[in-house]
C-alpha cells in the first residue's frame, strides 16, 4: 500500500468553504490529485482541549462553530462516517481520551468539504490540545506516523498566521509582519529546519502571528508526522484580511 500524505491547510475565513475563491479552488485540485485515502485523521485547530481527545463514534457530526456569516454558509451540511477501528488505533499512539462532544467543525469541513464532497472518506477528529507545549505537538505527529504506512492521511487544519484582533475585511493581502512571518516559515519547512519551526518564540513577529497557540500547533503536529525525509510542495500560498495566512503544505 502506498503511504498516505500529509497535509497541513490553512482554512481562514469559514466563507472560503463557499463561492469563488482561491482557497476553494486549491481545496479542490488537492482532492483531485491525491484521491481518497482510507481515513483521514484529522486535527482541528477548532477542537481546542486540554490534553488530547479524539472522537469514538460511528458518526460525525456536523458543528457550525462561526457566527454571524450569511446563510448560504450554514446551508453547508458535511457528515462523513468515521472509522472506530482507526479511531481506536490513534487513541492508542497518543494516549487520547475518548471525547464524543464534538464533530466535524468549520476547520475541517471547510476544506473537507471541496477535497471530498461526496464525504466518501472516513474521517477521524483530533483536538489541538492547547495546554500543551510546541515540542509535545510536534511529537505528537511523530506517533502519528505510522498510520500513514496504512494509507491513513494526516488532515492538520489551522494557520501559520492567525490574528483575529488585526483583521483588517476589506484587505485583500496581508501586512508586512504577516507577510514576513509566512515566508520565514516557508523557508525553514522548505530547507527541514522543522526545530526553528517549533521554536517559533525565537522568531521575529511570532507574537503577532501567533497571539494563540491553537491555530499554530497542527502545523506542528503535521511537521511530525511528516519527517525530514518526505518531499515539501508548498501550496495556496497567500495571506488575506491583513493578518491571515492560507499557506498550505504538503508532505508526501
Given amino acids: 500500500m502506498e503511504k498516505a500524505p500529509v497535509l497541513f491547510v490553512g482554512h481562514g475565513n469559514p466563507m472560503n468553504a463557499i463561492g469563488d475563491n482561491p482557497s476553494r479552488k486549491a481545496w479542490k485540485e488537492m482532492g483531485k490529485q491525491l484521491g481518497k485515502p482510507k481515513a483521514i485523521v484529522a486535527v ?16 460525525n457530526p456536523h458543528i457550525n462553530d462561526m457566527y454571524g456569516f450569511p446563510e448560504e454558509l450554514y446551508a453547508v451540511h458535511y457528515e462523513p462516517k468515521s472509522d472506530v477501528a482507526v479511531a481506536d488505533k490513534v487513541i ?12 466535524i467543525d468549520h476547520g475541517v469541513w471547510s476544506v473537507l ?18 495546554s500543551a507545549d510546541p515540542q509535545s505537538l510536534y511529537e505528537m505527529g511523530q506517533k502519528l506516523e505510522a498510520l500513514r504506512e496504512e494509507g491513513i492521511m494526516i488532515v492538520c487544519s489551522g494557520n501559520v498566521v492567525h490574528n483575529l484582533r488585526l483583521v483588517n475585511w476589506r484587505m485583500r493581502g496581508g501586512e508586512k509582519w504577516a507577510d514576513d512571518f509566512d515566508i520565514l516559515v516557508k523557508n525553514l519547512i522548505e530547507n527541514k529546519d522543522f526545530e526553528a519551526v517549533v521554536n517559533f518564540p525565537l522568531l521575529k513577529n511570532w507574537q503577532k502571528a501567533i497571539p494563540t497557540t491553537e491555530h499554530f500547533y497542527p502545523l506542528l503536529v503535521a511537521l511530525g508526522a511528516a519527517g525530514k525525509d518526505n518531499k515539501v510542495t508548498v501550496w495556496n500560498e497567500y495571506r488575506e484580511l491583513g493578518s491571515m495566512s492560507m499557506t498550505s503544505y504538503l508532505f508526501e
Fill in 92 to 103: 492508542k499512539a497518543l494516549d487520547a481520551k475518548v471525547d464524543n462532544t464534538w464533530g
Fill in 44 to 59: 482541528s485547530g477548532h477542537w481546542v482541549t486540554k490534553g488530547v481527545r479524539v472522537r469514538r463514534a460511528e458518526d
Fill in 113 to 130: 468539504s471541496n477535497m471530498y464532497p461526496d464525504a466518501d472518506v472516513p474521517v477521524i477528529m483530533v483536538s489541538t490540545d492547547a
